[in-house]
Structure formats: C-alpha cells, structure tokens
C-alpha cells in the first residue's frame, strides 16, 4: 500500500508564496506531493519557478501534479472548444516544465449534446487528441534534455479525467470510466467531495469506499488511483463549495479504515482541496496513522489470545467464549454496581429532602412562639402602673 498526500496548491502557512518554498514547507511536514493549481490562466512570467520546481522534484523523488483550467468548454461549439484546448496546451505545456505526474481536466457542461453515448462520444476523441499533443510536446526535442532531464528518463504525464459535482456537468463516475477505459494514456481522477455530493451524500461507511474502488478496480482494471478529499455543503445531487472536512457529513475517517484494513492493493495520491490545504492534509494523515495504530492494536489482541489459548489447551473459538463470559459478567457487575449507587444517591437525597422540610418547620415554629412572646403580659408585675 502506498498513499502520498498533498495539498491543491502552495500551502496556506507558506510566507515565500511561490512553488519552490511551497514544496519545502510540505516536505517538512512530512507529505509527499502538491497539485500546482492553473486553474484559470499560466503566465508565462513563472516559467522560471515552474522549471526550478521541475529540477526539485526530479532531484527528490517529490511528486508534483498538476490543475489545469476550471472553465472548460469541451462539449461546447467549435470556439468553445478551441478556446478550451488552447488554455489546455498551457497547462501541457506547464506540466512538462514542472515533471507533473498527472494533470487533472475538467470537461465542461453537457451542452446541446446532452448526456448518454452521444456525449461520450465526443469526449472520447478530444482526450485522444489531447493524450497525443501531450506525447508531442514531451518528445519534440531531444537537445532540451539537458535542462528537462526527466523527459529523457520518464514518461508522460497521465491525463486525469475529473468526476463533477454537479447535475448539468459532464463526468459522473460512470462517464468518466467509460471514457477513461476506451482512451489510453488516461485516468479517473476521484474527487470524493463531488461523488459523494453527486450521489446525495453516498459515500458514508468504509463499506461505501470499499464499493466505489473495487467499481473502479473491476471497471478498468487499475490498482492507481488519484483522489482529492475536502469537506462540501451539497443540496439536491450538487456541491455548493468545499468545506474543512471537520464541518462536512463528508467523514475522512471511514476512508482511512478502509485504507488501513481493506487497500493493501491501492497505490493512491490523494489531494486535499479543503480551505484549509495542509492543515487537512495533516489532519486525513494523522486519521490513517490511527487507524493502523488501531489495526495493530487489535492484531496484538488477536495474538495474545491464541498464546493464551495454547497455553489453556483451549481452542481460539473456547478462549473468546469464555472472554465473553468474562466480560459479560464484568459488565453485569458494573450494572449492579451502577444501580446500587443509583439507589444510594436517591436515598441521599430524600434524606436531605426529609431534613430540609423538618428544618422548615423547625424555623416556622420557632417564629410563631417569638410572634406569641410580643403580645405576652406578665401578670404578676405590680410595678405596670
């Protein structure tokens, strides 16, 4: 199993602001890749720190990723389209620079097409299409491998497919599978918050997580997989915006559980796209640190319990009955003394109540002989008048 986290862009507590300082502070705090955000335009004015990410990378082994546009058209009219592929030859053009291991696309609204195989079958050709400008623009020269050596030493970057969030967008889990398995060169990119706001909030157990990889797995065939995880307020099958995952019906914790027991096969990168960047990244890290630690702990349990059983000349099946037993009656004694103390603090409290009421009394009779005493005449005193 190999999980690498990361955040969607240069982390939030980064003074220097740039990639390179962006990918220091990740490496210090003990992540392993970052998904460079070219999510509106690339200006040519940050090749230079583009290019000197790249080296870094190259030279660490650190994995880089890469966002191309938001705002794509690929179903729209032929200026649509262009206008889409032209901000996508940019971000190519950027992921070489930075050795980004996988760029992440997004295709646009359904358009007059609509959904079903009429879609697809449009989308499907202009990913070909993009998957081959990518291998042209990687092998174009051989004399810049001096100064890109990763294009002599590596291969192209995978084209990921992103899953929307909304209903009237193109790429459900299904459509984005089916393309992806007839386009070579092509993955699924798994943004988790959209799935699940897609799919009304589906996405809810570890046996929820479970089902959606091995769809994956059994659809095309892969044990890679990019992910982004965030939090996300959702209303009728759509994402509204991303939130911090502690403020979202969107747990973290169940993947962990499934990654930690059931994902020894997943080879995963997964993107946090939370506000708070690092900070949730640290925070589905720490989740998948205690979910093996809790693992362990139960392995360590299941050990002991088979050294005792050896030791019983018990089977592992008579040892864990008689544990229930044991713990059975443990619990029928703390019950008890549970309702022995229950009993106790009830009768406590009618003690006080009784005294409480007696003192009362106490006091009002005591004012009613002081008020007697005011109008008391001594008979036998001559001296009144």
């Known amino acids: 199993m190999s999980v690498k986290l990361g955040p969607a862009g240069v982390p939030l507590s980064c003074k220097g602001r740039t990639i390179v300082e962006g990918m220091d502070d990740i490496i210090s705090l003990g992540l392993e890749t970052m998904e460079v955000q070219t999510v509106r335009l690339v200006s040519p004015q940050h090749f230079e720190q583009y290019w000197q990410a790249g080296v870094l990378a190259n030279k660490t082994g650190f994995e880089m990723n890469l966002h191309g546009p938001y705002y794509s058209e690929l179903l729209g009219d032929k200026m649509q389209r262009n206008r889409s592929l032209a901000k996508v030859e940019a971000a190519l053009q950027t992921a070489k620079t930075i050795n980004a291991q996988h760029i992440t696309l997004h295709v646009g609204h359904y358009g007059e097409t609509g959904r079903g195989q009429d879609a697809n079958g449009q989308v499907a050709p202009v990913f070909k299409g993009i998957v081959q400008r990518l291998n042209d623009i990687w092998n174009d020269d ?189 619990a029928k004694d703390a019950l008890k003394s549970i309702e022995q103390q229950q009993k106790e603090q009830e009768a406590a409290k009618e003690t006080k109540k009784v005294e409480k009421k007696a003192k009362k009394e106490e006091t009002k009779a005591s004012k009613t002989k002081d008020d007697d005493n005011m109008f008391e005449i001594e008979e036998d005193d001559d001296d009144l008048f």
Request: hydrophobic content about 35%; overall charge negative.
């Open 142 to 330: 051989d004399e810049i491998y001096p100064v890109f050596p990763w294009l002599a030493d590596g291969s192209p970057s995978k084209i990921g497919i992103e899953t929307s969030g909304r209903q009237e967008l193109w790429g459900n889990l299904e459509e984005v599978l089916e393309v992806v398995n007839h386009v070579e060169g092509t993955i699924p990119v798994l943004n988790l918050a959209h799935i699940h706001a897609r799919g009304h909030g589906r996405l809810r157990t570890s046996e929820d997580y479970g089902e959606l990889f091995d769809q994956v797995r059994e659809t095309i065939g892969t044990k890679e997989f990019y992910c982004h995880f965030s939090g996300v307020e959702h209303r009728m099958g759509n994402a509204m915006h991303y939130t911090q995952i502690k403020k979202s019906d969107l747990n973290f914790e169940p993947l962990a559980e499934f990654i930690i027991e059931e994902g020894s096969w997943l080879d995963m990168t997964l993107i946090s796209d939370s506000p708070l960047l690092e900070h949730d990244a640290m925070y589905m890290l720490q989740n998948i640190e205690k979910a093996r630690h809790k693992q362990l702990e139960q392995k360590a349990r299941e050990e002991r319990r088979k050294a005792l059983a050896a030791q019983s000349n018990l089977s592992a099946e008579e040892l864990e009955a008689r544990e229930a037993q044991i713990a059975a009656a443990r």
